[in-house]
């Protein structure tokens, strides 16, 4: 892997309602071809975990983590459906399996990001300091 994919990346998938207006056998269908899909990743070594996430949660916010919602929001288009953690040797890998994504033609939307090794902020602040320092 190279440094940018190092720590591998993550597709997480967009979009909760892909579908509204499949009749239960096409439902079916898709979801088959989403976990033939997981399986070959899973079986070649690219998919280290993946999993879907249940409609409903918590959202905490604020100073000290003491707001708390419900969520994430049924009227958003961009809630957070699931995700699949790979090991990829470049981002470009990532996006081609992104691309075969089977919920692609029921508007589920696929967000390709690498895995930081260490939170980035915290790398340019170390970096600020140092500067300071000089």
Do not use: H
Not at 7 to 12: A, D, E, S
Not at 45 to 51: E, F, M, Q, T
Not at 86 to 107: H, K, M, R, S
């Amino acid at each position: 892997m190279n440094p940018e994919t190092k720590n591998g990346c993550m597709l997480i998938f967009r979009g909760t309602d892909w579908y509204k207006g499949l009749s239960p056998q096409e439902m079916q269908q898709v979801g088959d071809q989403w976990m033939a899909w997981f399986k070959r990743l899973t079986d070649e070594g690219k998919a280290l975990a993946g999993n879907p996430l249940e409609r409903k949660g918590k959202i905490v916010s604020g100073k000290n983590g003491r707001v708390l919602s419900d969520g994430p929001f049924a009227e958003s288009k961009e809630t957070i459906g699931g995700y699949f953690l790979l090991a990829v040797n470049t981002l470009d890998e990532a996006v081609a399996i992104a691309q075969e994504c089977p919920g692609l033609p029921y508007g589920i939307r696929v967000e390709v990001r690498p895995v930081a090794g260490k939170c980035p902020i915290v790398g340019e602040v170390q970096a600020e300091a140092q500067l300071a320092q000089a």
